[in-house]
Every structure is written in structure tokens, then in C-alpha cells.
């Protein structure tokens, strides 16, 4: 018959079993240890939804810097052209004249 934490476990043979027996690195928290785990944890998770709401905005922002990286390549390829266009024109003005 096997039963919680600290009873004894029923096993057929000349020695019964504890759970000591069967978990001797297992770690008896009192309460106040308990409190100070619940504190980390709760630091953890605080932690956590500050980072996952930084990592989203720094998404958005990257997403946001990718489209105006975009744009202005667009601007610039369009600048380039309108100047490349003007040197030949000018090219041809000044073999004319």
C-alpha cells in the first residue's frame, strides 16, 4: 500500500519503506521558506509580462523601421533615376550647343 509524505509504504519483505527511503534528497519547506518562493515566483512573473510587453513593442517598432527602410529605398532609387535622367540631358544639351 503506497500513501502520502511521511507514512509508511507497505512493501512485501523484511522492511517496510518510508518516503525518506525512497526520496532521501527530497526538501522539507517550512512557511517561511514557502513565502520566499512564492516571492521569487511572483518576481519571475512580473518580470516575465515586462519583458514579453517590451519584446512585443520592440517588434512593432522593428516592423515599423522595416517598412520606412522600405520607403525611403523606394524615395532614393526614384531621386536616383530623376538625377541620372537630368545628367543626360544635360549631356545632350551641352553636345548640341
Not at 511521511?6 to 526520496?23: C, I, M, T, V
Not at 511572483?42 to 518580470?47: E, I, P, T, V
Request: charged share 30%; proline share 4%.
Amino acid at each position: 500500500m503506497v500513501t502520502g509524505l511521511g507514512r509508511q509504504l507497505h512493501r512485501p519483505g523484511p522492511k517496510p519503506y518510508s518516503d525518506a527511503d525512497l526520496f532521501p534528497t527530497a526538501v522539507i519547506m517550512n512557511q517561511a521558506d514557502l513565502q520566499k518562493l512564492e516571492g521569487q515566483l511572483d518576481q519571475l512573473l512580473s518580470q516575465f509580462q515586462r519583458l514579453k510587453s517590451e519584446n512585443a513593442q520592440l517588434r512593432a517598432k522593428t516592423a515599423e523601421l522595416t517598412a520606412e527602410r522600405s520607403r525611403l529605398l523606394e524615395k532614393n532609387e526614384l531621386a536616383a533615376h530623376k538625377v541620372e535622367a537630368m545628367l543626360t540631358r544635360l549631356r545632350g544639351l551641352e553636345q548640341r550647343g
